[in-house]
């Protein structure tokens, strides 16, 4: 049933190689939730690498939202300027601006004065801006054309740019760009800064701090503006600033040895190539919808920003000796399934984030927003680490097999494990993807991890897919029954033999039909052919779950609609019965006032997030939650709001 003010949910669509050693760990993020600072992790060491010049000024954002960035940032000081003198082999020059709605020059571009920038950074506070907008491409303007005087900027930018030296302007905001009239209506004064920037031989490593929770696309897009037009690099912290000092610090440069980065297939996997085992359930791959991670998987939910792919790389591997490195990470989704091959078309590309720069010995969680997942359903990913000092071992040849590339080169990691969670009686629904071997016998394995599953599970065929089981001879262990193109199986699953001489990518659609007890029963369904080991499967964390398990906190997104109405998406949970939203314009004071309230309905699934719309007036500036209620409980979620909280 729809109650008033609601909506039923429906389906949604660094620096370069030879650059300062400063801005640290691919941290992208964005939170569902409006958090409160994080004290900062122990610093990183200082990389030993030598770049030569260097000319960097900061311009950082203090007005009233920072306070967690500017906390961070001063408590990592004067490690960062340890690093600068280290990356410059002690030639090096410094600047600091701040930005509200004017432009502050607090150090002027020179030698000698580090005991000035930290003192000046030590006593910034944040306070101050009002409205949302902020002059951080007038801040950039300053420093890029070194303006002495002018109205709305309180101090002379006259230090000059060094030529031969490296020029780097740190650009920290958690806003848009807004000029000196404290109002955004174009991105065109940014985008001509990124230009003059580029011209000049300036690189902007601009930092995104999205302290509203979720990240406003219309500011990442200038910040990447800013980042790709002058060939610097963009980073999007958490929503707390306190990753923004290590962000800052991954700024390191090629100057470093040979290492070996790997990431694991197994959880037994110790870097030595070629792993075994069931390689597609990498457990350094792993899909969160809350921007400060999970104590386990979950699947990517379509319609909602709160998708994060958290893969960690580990620096001490077999195969060279340990040393600090540079590379990037890459990313890639397919419809989850067995059998694929490298180049093909079916692999996407999710995101590649450059310029992370690892210590000798360390390990890190590298934090990849999936804002855009394509549609309802289960994915497996693919991550590959690439690096001039720490190439592949074995070579990625078009058309060569994943699980083969997977195997032999540890720098590559594939997950394909999909979250399937039902209530007793009920039916958890999922697919599979099957690309069988041209010209081989191929057999399609059912095989649960431990525990059969207490009830049966169907595989609904296409019709080709059917012809190819009946070439070949129509026959499959532990089948209980037939009914059109769906092939019934008991708990202890089966196997079916397929056969094709043409290339096949067809989808399966699997059900978990439970009549039995609660509890966890991973099911594995994989493929083998006729010349070898598994060629592709995926594993299935099928969860029976009693209807009396606690609520869970959503993890709420929030956004903009033409400017006119708020839009509020989460992922759904399958015990979950309604949903009531709240909305507070001071959720600190306790006043809140409950909108709407979504019903659940059988549509509902755990990989579409429901979606709710506030057609309030968009100009006042609210907070949201979202209470999940179970048929006993309820809980509230954390509160978000649209944009940057108002400074004060």
Known sequence: MSKSNTLHPRAMSWLGAAMLCLFMSSQVASAARVPAPVPPKEPPQVDPCECGPLDVVFAIDDTGSMGGSLTALQANFSNLLTQIQTSSNGDYRLGLVTFQDDVTVRVDLGAGNDAQMQAQIASLSANGGWNLPEASDEALNTVIHNIAFRPNQNGAFTGYWRTGARRVVVLITDNLPGGFNDSYTSNALASLQAQEAYNEGIRIHAVYVPTGGTPDPTVVGIMQNYATVSQGAYRLTAPSGADVPQAVQDFLSDCRTPSDVFIRDTPADNGWEPSSGAIWTSPDIKVCNNVNGCASSTNPVFGTPNNYVFVTLRNYGPLRPTGPIGGSLHLYYLASGGNSSWGSTSWRRIQTQHNIFLDAGETRDIRIQWANVPLPGHYCLLARWVSDGDPMSYPEIIGSDTVTNTQLNNNIA????????????????????????????????????????????????????????????????????????????????????????????????????????????????????????????????????????????????????????TELTWPHTVHHKHYVVYRSENPEAGDMEAIGEVDVSEEFTETTAVRFVDASDATRHFFYAVESHTDGNKTLSGWVTLGAPPNR
């Open 414 to 565: 594939w997950r394909n494990v999909d979250v399937v969670r039902m209530l007793p009686g009920g039916t958890g629904t999922t697919t599979y993807d099957v690309r069988p071997t041209v010209g081989h016998a191929t057999t399609l394995f059912i095989r649960p991890e431990a525990e059969p599953f207490p009830g049966r599970v169907t595989l609904t065929l296409t019709d080709r897919l059917f012809a190819a089981w009946e070439a070949a001879g129509g026959e499959a262990e532990g089948l209980e029954g037939v009914e059109g193109t769906t092939l019934f199986f008991g708990g202890h699953g089966g196997a079916l033999g397929l056969h094709t001489d043409k290339e096949m990518d067809e989808r399966i659609h699997v059900n978990f039909l439970s009549d039995g007890p609660e509890g966890f029963f991973p099911m594995n369904i994989f493929e083998r052919d006729d010349r070898k080991d598994p060629i592709g499967g995926v594993r299935y964390e099928v969860n029976v779950i009693s209807p009396d398990t606690e609520p869970v906190a959503v993890e709420l997104a929030v956004r903009g609609v033409d400017g006119k109405y």
